[in-house]
């Protein structure tokens, strides 16, 4: 068995780092769409390259880094709601009181005398 001693507690990952790792995740994936994507197409010749004045991927790209990151924020806020929902109703289990008739007591007996009428009518 392992000792409690040699097991290192877990740091949380820091919030800067996730964001920095979210965004490099959106870049690559709004860079893929834009022009790894589009320059795959222009050499097979399925759409005609676009003259530098008028090349819309600068745009592609920020537009797909923006939706990306804020479907990041939002799937994140609605993870972060539903897991503290899902902890408020786990403590509130776990601070409910939990009753007990014993065998000893007055509402023992008074259900007794619940059945005891039930069975005369």
């Known amino acids: 068995m392992i000792e409690q001693d040699t097991i290192a507690d877990p740091r949380p990952p820091r919030t800067m780092t996730v964001l920095g790792l979210l965004a490099l995740t959106a870049l690559t994936f709004s860079y893929l769409g834009s ?25 592609w790209l920020i537009t797909g880094f923006c939706v990306l990151m804020l479907s990041f924020m939002v799937a994140g806020e609605f993870l972060r709601r539903w897991g503290r929902s899902d902890f408020k109703a786990i403590d509130e289990m776990a601070d409910a009181k939990d009753e007990q008739i014993l065998p000893d007591s007055k509402e023992w007996a008074a259900l007794g005398e619940d059945d005891d009428e039930a069975r005369q009518a």
């Open 35 to 59: 022009y790894a994507v589009t320059n795959a197409l222009v050499s097979e010749h399925l759409i005609q390259p676009w003259s530098r004045a008028h090349d819309p991927r600068p745009r």
